[in-house]
C-alpha cells in the first residue's frame, strides 16, 4: 500500500528505535522522508538503509531539536530541498531517569527541552507552510509515562504529558486549516533505549501489560501511518495508547 505517494513526512529521532521504524514505514507506503537525527551519522545511516530499498526516498538531516534557531534553519533547508511538508512526526526525546530526591535541574531541564520544546521547535518550523498548503498531519509521539506517570520519571512523564496538552491546543488551533494534530503514546518497546534494563525491571513491566508482551518499533509505525493517511482525516486531538493494555 503507497497511501504517502507524492507526499513529504519529517520524522524526527529517525536514527535508531522508533524513529527509525517510523522512517522505514513511510518510504515502503510512498513518501519522501526527511531523515532527522541529532547525529550525521545516525541520520545519515537511516536514510542509506532506506535509500537502498528505496532509491532517492531519503534525505538526512542532523540537528539538536532542543536549538530553536538550529532547527528553523533545518526545516527551511527541508522545505527547500522537498518544497513542502504533508506530515511531521515528533519523535525525538530522551531519558534521565532518577527519583526526584535525585533529579539534578540538568536532568530536569534536558528532557522538558529536548521532548517537549523540540516538538514545538520543529512545528514552529514547519507550520507556516502547512498552514498555506491547507494540510498537513502532525502525530507526536508521546509515552505511557505521559499518561500514567513512572517512578523515576518526573521529568519524561512531564515532557511527554506536555506533548499531548499541546497537541490538543494545535488541534484546535490548526483544524481550520485542515491540519490534524493526533499523539500516539507507546508503552514498552522492544528498542536500544530499552535493551539496558535489568531482568528485574523487564520482568517487573511485563508484568504490567495485559498483553504479556513488549510492542515492536512497527506497532507505533503502525499507528502513526495510519494517523497520517487520509483514513484519519476525521480525527484530530486525540491519544491512541499503543501499549499492550498497560494504560488502561
Known sequence: MRRFENQVAI??????????????????????VAVVSRTESNSLRTAEAINAAHPGAAIPYAVDV???????KTGEKILADFGRCDVLVNNAGITRDTLAMRMS??????????NLKGAFNFTRSV????????SGRIINISSVS??????GQANYAASKAGLIGMSKSLARELASRGITVNVV???FIETDMTSVLGEEVRKGALAMIPLSRFGAGD???????????TEASFITGQVLAVDGGMSM
Open 219 to 229: 506497532d507505533i509505525a503502525a499507528a502513526v501511518s495510519f494517523l497520517a493517511s
Open 146 to 151: 505521559g499518561l500514567m506517570g513512572l517512578a
Open 127 to 134: 507550520l507556516r507552510a502547512m498552514v498555506k498548503q491547507r
Open 105 to 114: 535541574s540538568d536532568d530536569w531541564d534536558i528532557v522538558l527541552q529536548t
Open 185 to 187: 503514546a507507546p508503552g
Open 66 to 72: 532542543a536549538d530553536f534557531e538550529a532547527v528553523q
Open 11 to 32: 520524522v524526527t529521532g529517525a536514527g535508531r528505535g522508533i524513529g527509525e521504524a517510523l522512517a522505514k514505514r513511510f518510504a515502503s507506503e510512498g513518501a519522501k
